[in-house]
């Protein structure tokens, strides 16, 4: 059973009502999952905090779970965002909360995890994005082997997603297997006092640690393997050689 | 942009020494300047003095503290750098006994104007299309195109090459915007190189019809490869080689192709003497198609006659298929110019197929019972050729123009010993094909919301059968004594087609379909038939029918379909006025087809749809003639001779709620066919021959209804299938002479399986169904066949590379008062694919339980009927790939 602590609407919005950013930089942010999807993405960089706001570009349509049922040739899952909505991350409380989807379910939770420290491998190649300088960076973080560019003539600890940790503003990253790109679109200050809207402070949501959302995902994806299996003719032989759901965060490394 | 004005030092404490070799460490502390309270956060950067490049990165803690390690005794820069501070930028020299430094920031904003960023991406999105640039995602070790579409994120390529995107199997695979394979693209993705790929497109809401997308709902899918300017063209292939025991038994594939820009071929050649079907593979280029929007779709030649080869119901064709079959392919796509391209392709076919049953009926009518039992040895020969020239232009963007020109040229000869009631007969049907078929389409998209399409059909076919036969005049009860007979049957048919058709699509949820078409069919049946003395070889006598039939109708259709939030409705009207007639009988009728359908989303979780259609049809030529024709050596034909319109209502109802993810899911259907006036047939059934007479009738009916529950079981891991259902049908006609019978027939059936999900090696799949179907008979009872057969598998892998399976399946019938039979066939296989995939090797072994027959029974209002069927021997394969 899933342990579920339920905190209503406390941190996210009081830790945002204290945050005064500095930096808007819009993403365009590319998931090649289970086909590819472009998201707009905006990140709010502070000195003490960054808020990642994202959703599916307006002219794509968004779409939870949806199975197909069997009486179609095909069958599947169109796919099921994991990476909605908003990500805080704070250094002060060294927390970062991440709005998502509860496996099996259509709500939402807010899944609570440490900030973490990311290995950034400085490979000491340099390029110019529209004229800023930029360097490149290699890391591991959450299951995928990411490069970065980043430029040290803006600083800014927090990067796009949940990337952080460098000394200057991620202009692009991507992981290895091409599925995950942020690529930065445009970068300006932001007005002081400016409040940008958060999905993450405008309701209550049950708040769960990372290690029972995983548990409580890996669960559910196995289950969804199982049925895959079971549901070919007669005379298939079925591999699931990868999980029906893909993520951004990749679960078992 | 970002200011660039100069940064504060305001204190500095470094104690410096000789140089040294060894690591030296640096401790610092960072404060604001004017509070001086610790700043956590900061960036430290160390970085080479001359290229700036970065060596390592810190960030102060809590208390503003930070601690580097420096490796050699280079001159060194650090770089203090935090949001809302000025950089700061220092160069020191390491000291062995460490460096110590206090720095403080200056408060300092760094206001941007806004910066706009374009960049290089590896997938674009433009519209419906999103390309993949191929040199991003290739590695180098790919060898086909399936290998690098792995690569490519978002699709999938499964184990027996079909192509997904998400979880929808790809309509095309074009090269360059050029198809030729349609569904069969298999073929060029797991044999076409991958090197020469330049780009991959995924084509969105596809149509293959320029001129209406965007107008037709389209959820098709569609991949085009384009390719690098310097590879024109190269060769590439397969080849496959099976060899089995008994030891004539032959597996051969050899395919060629050429991908160019300007010019594309493709050659494949297949023969096998093990019962696979190659004809198979170009069967659906020889139907004129189903399709009832499309000119001239179910317009065919009749054969009274057809060869004696049927597939065997219930168990895989193939089990007793006794061939030796070769296939020669050849194809070529041409552009002619920019916009304007000429394709060409050429299938010949030549079969051998033998096969032996033996047919047990037992007629039980009222007036009369008896048995019979009949044995064929089937031998039959067939040659097919087929070509097909199209050529397609666009000469814009908004005009589209197809010209398909097909010729098909058959023969098959099928020499047939029988022995009917312990009376040996030989039998004799030749027959011939001859097909030109002419497609004529034109699309202009006048309008943005907006399509006009014309198309023009001629087709010319002809099919002449010459039959013989040595045994009694089924049709005219005269001779009992052997008589060899000769029967001459023809029916050659002109079709003439036009029709204009306009789409508009005034709104995402409206659409609006009007079509108007003038058809023009000319029928004409030659039918001549001779008796011999078979002793004396002396004529008898004969007749000569030459049946004339000519249809010329002029028709309209309307189809609106209106899309709500929770559903679709589409009402779909047709008129037609025919003139139709037989000589100087002519006719006129106006039929009129109406129908609607509408589907409608109850929450997330059901789904229901319903649809009334109306249908009219002009009898065929077969069903009008009104002489016998020899449909069979026992058998005769003859039309109803007077005219007629058959008229049916189908009513259909479906729903389905749940989905499979949330582990129940369940789907139930049930259509409903009245015919309001129908052709049904009136017997005179001896225990020699059958002769048969179309006569017309009304309200006969017959439906369906049937529901499945899938289950996933969470204790076993395993998915449970439940199925049921129930048909049945009302139809009329006579025997005999007696009055006109009502019988109803009714067929129970269910099953269920159980198939694992294990996540493990080994899997199961397990499963049974049976059914019942009772019929009430002419002599008042009711008689009834019960059927239940089953399968049980197993898979098993064995690391990457191996895979074997167990197949078993077994069949059980019972007729009650009679035997009942049973029997298994057990199949296995084991497959081994190298890492490298230029080789791959297979083990195959079917009927290893070597069944000899298989027996199907049925039942009717005549009588019960057992069929027996040889079946090939155990046989076991080594097949090898090879790919170059």
Redesign the interface.
């Known amino acids: 059973m899933l342990a579920i602590c339920l905190i209503s609407g406390l941190c996210p919005a009081r830790l945002l009502a204290q945050t005064d950013y500095?930096?808007h930089v819009s993403y365009e942010m590319?998931l090649?999952?289970?086909?590819?999807r472009?998201y707009a993405a905006d990140l709010y960089?502070?000195?003490?905090g960054g808020l990642f706001v994202f959703g599916l570009d307006s002219n794509q349509q968004q779409s939870g779970?949806?199975?197909?049922?069997?009486?179609e040739?095909?069958?599947?899952?169109?796919?099921l965002d994991t990476v909605r909505y908003s990500i805080f991350s704070d250094?002060q409380t060294q927390r970062i909360l991440h709005l998502e989807q509860i496996p099996g379910s259509g709500n939402l939770c807010v899944v609570s995890e440490p900030l973490g420290t990311i290995e950034?491998q400085?490979t000491?190649q340099?390029r110019r994005?529209?004229e800023?300088p930029c360097?490149e960076?290699k890391g591991r973080f959450m299951g995928r082997n990411y490069t970065v560019w980043f430029t040290?003539?803006?600083?800014?600890?927090f990067g796009p997603w949940k990337l952080h940790?460098?000394?200057?503003l991620v202009?692009?990253a991507s992981d290895d297997?091409?599925?995950v790109?942020f690529?930065?679109?445009?970068?300006?200050?932001v007005a002081a006092g400016t409040k940008p809207y958060d999905p993450m402070a405008t309701g209550s949501f049950e708040v769960l640690d990372r290690h029972e959302y995983i548990r409580h995902f890996k669960d559910y994806l196995?289950?969804?393997?199982?049925?895959?299996?079971?549901?070919?003719g007669?005379?298939y032989?079925?591999?699931v050689q990868s999980s029906p759901i893909k993520t951004i965060e990749i679960y078992d490394q | 942009m970002i200011s660039k004005g100069p940064f504060l030092l305001l204190f500095l404490l470094m104690f410096a020494g000789e140089h040294v070799s060894a690591q030296s460490t640096v401790l610092g502390f960072v404060k604001d300047q004017h509070t001086g309270i610790p700043l956590a956060g900061v960036s430290v950067l160390l970085r080479e003095p001359e290229q700036q490049k970065i060596l390592a990165v810190v960030h102060t803690d809590e208390n503003g503290e930070f601690r580097l390690m420096i490796s050699g005794p280079e001159l060194v820069e650090l770089m203090f750098s935090a949001m809302g501070y000025a950089r700061y930028t220092v160069r020191l020299i390491p000291h062995q006994s460490g460096i110590r430094l206090d720095i403080l920031l200056e408060e300092a904003s760094l206001p941007l104007e806004e910066i706009q960023i374009q960049v290089r991406k590896p997938i674009y999105l433009h519209g419906d299309t999103v390309t993949f640039d191929a040199a991003h995602f290739s590695k180098g070790d790919e060898r086909y195109v399936e290998d690098l579409l792995k690569r490519i994120p978002g699709i999938q390529v499964a184990e027996d090459g079909t192509i997904r995107y998400g979880h929808q199997e790809i309509e095309r695979l074009m090269v360059e915007g050029d198809d030729f394979f349609e569904k069969g693209y298999r073929v060029l993705s797991t044999s076409m190189p991958a090197y020469p790929i330049d780009k991959v497109q995924l084509l969105k809401k596809y149509s293959a019809n320029r001129a209406m997308k965007g107008l037709v709902e389209s959820h098709q899918i569609a991949l085009n490869l384009t390719l690098k300017k310097e590879y024109g063209a190269i060769w590439f292939g397969t080849a496959k080689l099976g060899l089995g025991l008994p030891v004539n038994k032959l597996e051969l594939n050899f395919d060629l192709m050429k991908f160019g820009k300007q010019n594309k071929h493709y050659l494949i050649n297949q023969y096998n003497n093990r019962g696979l079907r190659a004809y198979d593979l170009i069967a659906h280029l020889l139907k004129p198609g189903t399709d009832p929007d499309r000119l001239g779709s179910n317009v065919y030649t009749y054969r009274y006659l057809n060869p004696q080869t049927k597939d065997i119901p219930g168990i895989q064709p193939s089990r007793a298929n006794f061939n030796n079959e070769l296939l020669g392919s050849y194809n070529t796509l041409v552009h002619l110019n920019k916009d304007w391209r000429l394709k060409l392709l050429s299938y010949h076919n030549r079969d051998r197929q033998r096969a032996r049953r033996e047919t047990n009926d037992q007629f039980i009518l009222p007036d009369t019972v008896f048995n019979t039992r009949e044995r064929l040895d089937y031998y039959h020969k067939r040659s097919a050729g087929f070509g097909r020239i199209e050529i397609e232009g666009n000469p814009s963007g908004k005009r589209n123009f197809i010209s398909g020109t097909d010729l098909l040229v058959s023969g098959s000869v099928d020499e047939n010993k029988l022995t009917f009631n312990m009376v040996p007969f030989l039998e004799n049907l030749r027959d011939r094909s001859l097909k030109l078929d002419q497609r004529l389409q034109y699309s202009d998209r006048i309008r943005p919301d907006a399509v006009v399409l014309v198309d023009l059909r001629m087709m010319l076919e002809e099919s002449p059968q010459k039959y013989t036969y040595a045994a009694g005049n089924p049709a005219e009860n005269l001779h009992p004594v052997p008589l060899r007979f000769f029967q001459h049957a023809a029916h050659a048919l002109q079709f003439y087609g036009l029709e204009g058709r306009y789409i508009q699509r005034s709104s995402q949820k409206r659409t609006l379909e009007l079509a108007m078409g003038r058809t023009y069919r000319s029928d004409l049946l030659d039918v001549g038939e001779r008796y011999f003395n078979s002793l004396s070889e002396t004529y008898i006598h004969g007749h000569y029918t030459w049946y004339p039939y000519r249809h010329l109708a002029l028709s309209g259709r309307a189809k609106i379909r209106l899309l709500a939030d929770s559903g679709l409705g589409t009402i779909d009207s047709g008129l037609e006025t025919t003139d139709s007639g037989h000589q100087h009988q002519r006719r006129t009728d106006l039929l009129v087809d109406p129908g609607f359908s509408i589907s409608w989303d109850i929450g997330k979780d059901h789904k229901l749809y319903g649809s009334y259609f109306m249908g009219t049809a002009k009898p065929e030529i077969q069903d009008r003639i009104p002489v016998y024709v020899v449909s069979g050596y026992r058998s005769a034909l003859r039309g109803a001779g007077q005219s007629g319109v058959g008229r049916t209502s189908t009513w259909t109802i479906s729903h389905q709620s749940g989905d499979w993810a949330s582990g129940l899911f369940f789907h139930s259907i049930a259509y409903f066919i009245w015919h309001h006036h129908h052709l049904a047939l009136n017997s005179a059934i001896y225990p020699d021959y059958t002769l048969s007479e179309k006569i017309w009738v009304r309200s006969p009916f017959h439906f369906n209804a049937q529901s499945s529950i899938d289950c996933f079981l969470e204790g076993l891991s395993s998915n449970l299938k439940i199925e049921w259902g129930v048909s049945g049908a009302r139809f009329k006609n006579q025997v005999n002479g007696l009055s006109l019978h009502q019988s109803i027939n009714l067929a129970y059936r269910a099953g269920l399986q159980l198939r694992s999900g294990f996540s493990g090696p080994l899997n199961f799949h397990v499963g049974a169904r049976s059914s019942l179907t009772s019929v009430s008979g002419r002599d008042e009872n009711d008689r009834s066949v019960f059927r239940t057969d089953g399968f049980a598998d197993c898979f098993i892998l064995l690391g990457k590379q191996f895979e074997g399976k167990v197949l078993y399946e077994w069949y059980f019938s019972d007729q009650g008062d009679q035997n009942p039979d049973y029997l298994g066939f057990l199949d296995c296989g084991l497959s081994y694919r190298p890492v490298t995939k230029y080789l791959q090797m297979e083990v195959v072994g079917e009927n290893l339980l070597n069944v000899r027959n298989y027996s199907y029974s049925t039942v009717s209002e005549q009588g019960f009927s057992n069929t027996s069927f040889r079946i090939l021997p155990r046989q076991m394969l080594v097949r090898i790939l090879l790919r170059f």
Not at chain 1, 45 to 48: D, E, N, T, V
Not at chain 1, 65 to 71: E, F, K
């Open positions: 500095s930096y590319l090649n999952l289970d086909g590819p472009r960089i502070a000195a003490s779970l949806i199975a197909r049922d069997s009486t040739a095909s069958f599947g899952f169109e796919m250094r950034w400085y000491g340099f994005i529209q800023l360097w960076a040290d003539s803006i600083p800014a600890f940790g460098l000394p200057g202009l692009e297997s091409q599925e790109m690529l930065a679109r445009s970068v300006r200050s196995e289950k969804l393997q199982k049925r895959m299996m079971t549901k070919f007669r005379g032989q079925v591999k």
